[in-house]
């Protein structure tokens, strides 16, 4: 159900950011993957993922990179107020997603203790 909704907000933001003459172009980065991963094997050392989950969780954290590396892209050559008025409202937005998809791809007792860990 999230992974609609990322891509649809992905969507929505490179068309209102070329609405304004702007082009984003996301191209995965090894930096990327890095922080995917990185986010992966926290989430695999808390709550010990399948193989399956541990390919979903990483294409989540994959997804929340290019949603980041858009937004970069979105406030590049804007004044910072610009960035400091909309990134706590995205952050927040990314973090309900990523709570919203774990919640799917982790089964009911590995949920919990993610959700305690994360306190």
């Not at 999230?2 to 930096?31: C, N, Y």
């Not at 960035?83 to 009911?108: F, T």
């Amino acid at each position: 159900m999230t992974k609609p909704l990322i891509t649809i907000a992905f969507v929505a933001l490179t068309a209102s950011t070329m609405a304004q003459g702007r082009d984003i172009t996301v191209t995965d980065s090894p930096e990327m993957t890095a922080k995917a991963n990185e986010h992966t094997q926290l989430v695999d050392r808390t709550v010990s993922l399948s193989p399956e989950q541990r390919e979903q969780v990483e294409e989540m954290y994959m997804e929340v990179e290019r949603y980041y590396n858009a937004l970069e892209q979105r406030f590049e050559g804007l004044p910072e107020e610009a960035r400091e008025g909309d990134m706590p409202a995205q952050y927040a937005n990314m973090d309900a997603r990523i709570d919203a998809r774990l919640s799917e791809i982790l089964r009911p007792e590995q949920y919990n203790v993610w959700k305690e860990a994360a306190k």
